[in-house]
């Protein structure tokens, strides 16, 4: 495919930037920093995307990914995982775009191109959807919190403010598929770190707002996108832990694995040090490699997701180190 054509792709396929402002969504705001934070995580988001639907391959997209700043790579990667996805679901052209954009500099990013994986599924007809047995059995959960994060951050009054779930999710085409909501509703947790505008106190009211069932997953999003995206300072992190409650050790769980994909990236910023202080007791370093001892060696127990069984793990090893109240 010509340069011309590419570049006609991108205009097609990518999203108006405009679609990610506090204002377009109707998300809460803060302040100015908090909303230039926020606003600047879509942003590269679509940068990604648009790198990743233009590039002639995989190493084109790599070379013109690693021209976004440290702070913001990451996102654009989760960006590329979808523009990847989308043209993997195409009806023409080849189906390796995620495999190759994996390879490389990517394999440091996998667990938000996965993630991004889930952002196309939300935008593909079902029949285009990547089959489960493609991808790593361990991350597709990833997927699943992708797909959450989309439709409560693009169709929120039907899954925030609604609080819609499906009877039944119908990927994977496993066992496994009975567990997807908890996936799902993390994905949907990390989206109300964006609705509430990092304001802990509305981010907080709208977890608990949802049925009691639900929130430990929604805690465990919303204490992922505070580690990761960050936006706030250890005494509002603090307060978010507060708020938590009896959910904390699901928010250090997900600050963990926040923690683990910044440090496999090798992008460790500040405010993830102090994210992690708070939520986890502990170094970024630390956290993550909790993460990886407590890694699960078989792919699925039973019809358990290993996805699942490695959160709950995670969590559980905080309650006995007391790092968070239990």
Not at 111 to 132: E, K, Q
Request: proline share 6%; aromatic share 8%; glycine share 10%.
């Amino acid at each position: 495919m010509s340069r011309g054509l590419r570049a006609l792709r991108r205009r097609l396929l990518t999203p108006d930037v405009a679609e990610c402002s506090l204002a377009r969504r109707g998300f809460h705001r803060k302040d100015a920093a908090a909303q230039e934070n926020l606003e600047t995580v879509g942003a590269m988001f679509l940068r990604g995307f648009a790198h990743a639907v233009e590039a002639r391959c995989a190493e084109e997209a790599h070379e013109r990914l690693a021209e976004v700043p440290d702070a913001w790579r990451g996102f654009a990667y989760e960006g590329a995982g979808m523009g990847a996805a989308v043209l993997d679901g195409l009806p023409f052209g080849h189906r390796d775009h995620v495999a190759g954009l994996l390879e490389g500099p990517g394999e440091r990013h996998v667990y938000l191109v996965y993630v991004g994986i889930g952002w196309a599924m939300a935008r593909l007809p079902r029949f285009r959807w990547p089959s489960a047995q493609t991808l790593d059995p361990l991350l597709r959960g990833l997927v699943l919190d992708g797909y959450g994060f989309h439709q409560a951050y693009f169709h929120t009054r039907r899954h925030v403010h609604e609080q819609y779930r499906p009877a039944a999710f119908p990927w994977p085409a496993d066992g496994t598929r009975a567990h997807a909501h908890h996936a799902i509703d993390q994905g949907i947790g990390r989206a109300l770190w964006f609705v509430g505008g990092t304001d802990v106190e509305v981010v907080a009211d709208l977890v608990d707002s949802f049925p009691v069932q639900r929130r430990a997953d929604l805690w465990a999003g919303t204490g992922l996108a505070a580690t990761y995206a960050g936006g706030v300072g250890a005494a509002e992190l603090l307060r978010l832990r507060e708020r938590a409650g009896r959910f904390a050790p699901h928010v250090a769980q997900a600050a963990a694995f926040a923690a683990e994909a910044r440090v496999r990236a090798g992008i460790v910023l500040p405010h993830t040090g102090v994210a992690t202080r708070v939520l986890c007791g502990d170094t970024p370093e630390a956290a993550a490699r909790l993460t990886q001892d407590l890694r699960p060696e078989v792919p699925v127990n039973d019809d358990v997701p290993a996805y699942e069984t490695w959160r709950r793990d995670i969590a559980d090893r905080f309650v006995l180190l007391g790092g968070v109240p239990s």
